[in-house]
């Protein structure tokens, strides 16, 4: 059983940076899609950004392009995020699925981690 646990998230003004981990227990790295999905208050969990198998190939959601990389290292994922903007303030989940195609839609990933605030003031 695959578990994802998240680490990192916290307050910050905005243009600053902040870097969300990701430890993943049960991870089998040839064979999973790796993302990261946020969700604010009152809004549905969008896709933010994934990883396929072996990492090379990402792929990030227009409003963080450029601005935030998804990136893996050993059993973690790592969310670097720059030039913060109110905007982005949500809770942040990572999540895995076996690999077909990775992508940006929440319904099509089956294991979560229990979520990091991130919380950027203007």
């Known amino acids: 059983q695959m578990q994802l646990v998240e680490s990192g998230g916290g307050s910050v003004q905005a243009g600053g940076s902040l870097r969300l981990s990701c430890a993943v227990f049960?991870?089998?790295?040839?064979?999973?899609?790796m993302g990261w999905f946020r969700q604010a208050p009152g809004k549905e969990r969008e896709g933010v950004a994934t990883?396929?198998?072996?990492?090379?190939y990402t792929n990030y959601a227009d409003s963080v392009k450029g601005r935030f990389t998804i990136y893996q290292d050993d059993a973690k994922l790592y969310l670097q995020m720059n030039s913060l903007r109110a905007e982005d303030t949500a809770m942040y989940y990572c999540?895995?699925?076996?690999?077909?195609?990775?992508?940006?839609?929440?319904?099509?990933?089956?294991?979560w981690g229990q979520g990091a605030q991130v919380t950027v003031s203007s």
């Open positions: 990883i396929n198998p072996g990492g090379g």
């Open positions: 049960g991870y089998i790295y040839s064979t999973h899609c």
């Open positions: 999540a895995a699925e076996y690999y077909t195609a990775c992508t940006l839609s929440r319904y099509a990933y089956t294991y």
